[in-house]
């Protein structure tokens, strides 16, 4: 018997992460790779809500930069070798400048300095595979989860779940693939 399709608001939390990132590459997003400096990362290791910590800095750093209408996904992550907290996520341009949203980016993690070290703080790619993004990230929720403890690790802007909602409710009104099944596992 085929599975029922869910309304928008009763999806998970995970599952509307994954129709934020399946939107995104429908809307030619990228993704990116974010790593924090040395204060920022151990601001938020400490702090009690971290992603929230780290949303409101980036809510910032795109209002000062004038790309507040971002539409963008993150998720935070701690490398199993290194121990090192940082993010991963998408975005959509749609128009926006895009050095001015690196720029921004940077300063929501903090600006690395070290010579070396700077130009790999943020790496962006065009989104080709969105499924196996989405379960790329999934791939260390929960070795994260025990590192941080049972905190939120990842949030979607207004303007992306906004858009990833249309898509989803434009998607499930005529037969097709089920998308919810792509989310992180938890």
């Known amino acids: 018997m085929p599975k029922k399709r869910k309304r928008w608001r009763d999806l998970r939390a995970d599952e509307r992460f994954a129709e934020a990132i399946l939107c995104a ?20 290791l400490h702090h009690p809500d971290p992603f929230r910590c780290f949303q ?12 507040n209408g971002l539409p963008w996904a993150a998720h935070l992550e701690v490398d199993r070798d ?7 996520g998408v975005f959509i341009l749609d128009g926006l400048d895009k050095e001015t949203v690196k720029r921004a980016l940077r300063e929501a993690a ?4 070290k010579q070396h070290s700077a130009p790999r703080q943020l790496r962006l790619k ?6 196996g993004w989405v379960g790329y990230l999934g791939k260390h929720v929960g070795f994260t989860r025990r590192f941080l403890g049972d905190k939120n690790l990842s949030g979607v802007s207004q303007h992306l779940t906004r858009l990833a909602r249309a898509r989803y409710e434009e998607i499930h009104r005529k037969p097709g693939r089920l998308i919810a099944d792509l989310a992180i596992a938890a």
Do not use: C, W, Y
Not at 82 to 88: A, I, V
């Open 25 to 44: 590459e429908a809307n030619g997003g990228m993704t990116f790779n974010l790593n924090l400096n040395a204060a920022q990362e151990e601001r938020l």
């Open 56 to 67: 409101k800095r980036l809510s910032g750093a795109l209002t000062r930069h004038g790309v």
């Open 82 to 88: 290194s121990g090192k907290l940082h993010l991963h």
């Open 110 to 113: 903090g600006l690395v300095r």
């Open 126 to 131: 065009d989104i080709e595979d969105a499924p």
